[in-house]
């Protein structure tokens, strides 16, 4: 009774394991949540996948509760034997086949799709083209068209394709936006490239907030490379790289505290972080997040709450939420009115109000 007891605790624990593995407090990260038309490509091949799949178990249990019930053992007879039916063996063979063409036609429709990108390569192509690169434990997003870097969190219109070129600059990592498709390696030695498309309806019920990940195991903080990613319509999205394009030089501090904050930005940050959003700094030569536009961001670090606590608390000691990141031990010795000055400065870089 026991080992039964047991049992039971194992199995009722390994159900609320599953079930509670899917729960999140955020809206949309969820692959079975698409939004958009690659998601909603890759979510109708799950669910054929899917229906074919229960068909077969639903199939197979019919035939030998059947057979179980209408041929069981009444005598000591040999029931007939069927070995090398040829009718039999056309059944089992043909079955499989039609099967696998249902799943093979479809998906081999939907991958050449998926891996048109003929319109970003083409010369003076109107296609929006967004140069994606990763690092220990952060990612890089370029728009070489409009000329501008920002990081962490990437800003695309709705309703048109978004192209990526995708690289790493350190290890492997991947590059993955679960409600908008499936993920795609980061290499150093090669570019990726794949496109998505955000869905506007679907933008607006998440907020116009989705979430990203990176789903290849890349160090002590892999389950940490998170970052987010503005869906907005193409006016807004058009007004945000206007404002973007408009910083030329970092922005001045508004308050005495701040300023103190900016003095001490320039001599202990600036050799790593850039504060304008201009492409002309060579890739190999981004070390640290672009912070141009950080007091708009959603998350500090790509997880924290984004406010002047958090940030502090991030800045004095990095190691303690993303362990093995290149900051750990750079600030650690700033005071704590030093740290809000700073905080006060990076809470205040701003492109759009």
């Known amino acids: 009774m026991k080992r039964l007891a047991k049992w039971r605790l194992i199995s009722l624990f390994s159900i609320l ?21 690659v998601a909603d490509m890759q979510y109708d091949l799950m669910k054929l996948s899917t229906y074919v799949m229960v068909g077969v178990i639903l199939i197979v249990m019919l035939i030998f509760v059947l057979i ?4 069981r053992r009444k ?37 050449f799709k998926l891996a048109d990108v003929k319109e970003m390569d083409k010369k003076n192509t109107k296609a929006l083209v967004i140069n994606v690169r990763s690092h220990l434990y952060w990612w890089d997003f370029e728009y070489p068209g409009q000329k501008i870097v920002t990081s962490q969190e990437l800003v695309v219109p ?50 116009n907030l989705f979430y990203g990940k990176c789903a290849e195991l890349c160090g002590p903080s892999h389950a940490l490379m998170d970052f987010k990613v503005k869906a907005i319509s193409r006016d807004k999205f058009d007004t945000w790289v206007t404002a973007m394009q408009d910083v030329k030089e970092p922005q001045k501090a508004q308050t005495d505290l701040a300023a103190k904050g900016q003095d001490i930005f320039n001599q202990s940050c600036i050799g790593c972080h850039a504060v ?17 536009n950080f007091g708009e961001r959603s998350r500090v670090a790509g997880i924290l709450d984004h406010n002047k606590e958090e940030l502090k608390n991030w800045i004095k000691d990095p190691e303690t939420y993303k362990p093995g990141n290149l900051m750990t031990g750079k600030y650690g010795e700033l005071s704590d009115d030093q740290l809000d000055a700073l905080a006060e400065y990076l809470m205040g870089l701003k492109v759009q109000e």
């Open 158 to 207: 709705t309703n048109e394709k978004v192209y990526f070129n995708l690289k790493s600059m350190d290890v492997k990592h991947s590059f993955w936006i679960p409600a908008a498709g499936g993920k795609l390696d980061t290499n150093t030695d090669n570019i990726n490239k794949f496109w998505l498309e955000f869905d506007d309806k679907r933008s607006n019920e998440a907020g």
């Open 276 to 292: 304008t959003p201009a492409n002309k700094m060579p890739e190999t030569a981004r070390i640290a997040p672009n912070l141009t």
């Open 17 to 37: 394991a599953l079930v509670l593995s899917g729960c999140s407090g955020e809206r949309f990260v969820s692959a079975l949540r698409p939004a958009g038309e």
């Open 75 to 111: 005598d000591d007879k040999i029931p007939k034997q069927v070995e090398g039916s040829h009718t039999l063996e056309i059944i089992w063979t043909a079955i499989p086949i039609l099967l696998l063409l249902i799943l093979a036609v479809p998906t081999v429709a939907a991958t």
């Open 68 to 71: 179980f019930i209408r041929f």
